[in-house]
């Protein structure tokens, strides 16, 4: 711990196999929980769930900064907030798995510097409750919901192995291709939808937004509407 946080600077590896893990820090001068680079490992093993909740009013609410591995066997939850900068501030390779419930993440996702590549994974569904900016690291589901409050950019090399679907109340744009396997759902209020890159869908794909705002989409190859 320092200044008031939660800091995990090196190779470190906190599990239980029995009960809840909560890991919380709240800072005014830096990050409320920061995984620095190390392999960090965390595991709940158990059917309890998992919970990191970082709060800052300086720098990020919960950073994961390169080859950071987060894993549960129960409800696995972060929640970062921050009053300066991203809820969720990634930089390098990161891994989020859940085992058996659903994985949740109530923070904004943001890569601010280097390269944020971020693996989601979950037996049930993934939940991605906020914004998610990764101008240029990428992320990979392997089926997830993202739904946020405000616009969402989907950044580079975005994967998603089964079914995705993006809500959002404002525009939903990419930076580089999507290649999903299963079926697309793209779904917003009155605000463009914007997804022209060479994106690969597997399944249909729907589109929904309000008021006199474009659709745009292409697909590098077949391409079917719901």
Known sequence: SNGGGTYFLGADSVSDTTGNLTINGTSASWSGVFFNAGATTLANSGAGAFAINGTSSSFWGIGLNNSVSLSSSGALTLAGVSSSNAGVFLNGTNTISDAAGNLTINANITETTGTGNLTLNAASNILVNSPITLPNGSL???????????????????????????????????????????????????????????????????????????????????????
């Open 140 to 226: 990979t589901l392997n089926s997830g919901t993202v739904s946020a409050s405000g616009s969402t950019t989907l950044g580079a090399a975005v994967s998603v192995g089964g079914a995705l679907v993006v809500t959002a109340t404002g525009a939903i744009s990419q930076s580089a291709a999507l290649n999903v396997t299963g079926t697309s759902n793209f779904t917003t209020g009155g605000a463009a939808i914007t997804l022209t890159q060479a994106n690969t869908f597997g399944g249909a794909v729907t589109l929904g937004n309000s008021g006199a705002n474009d659709v745009s989409l292409t697909a590098a190859g077949a391409l079917s509407l719901a």
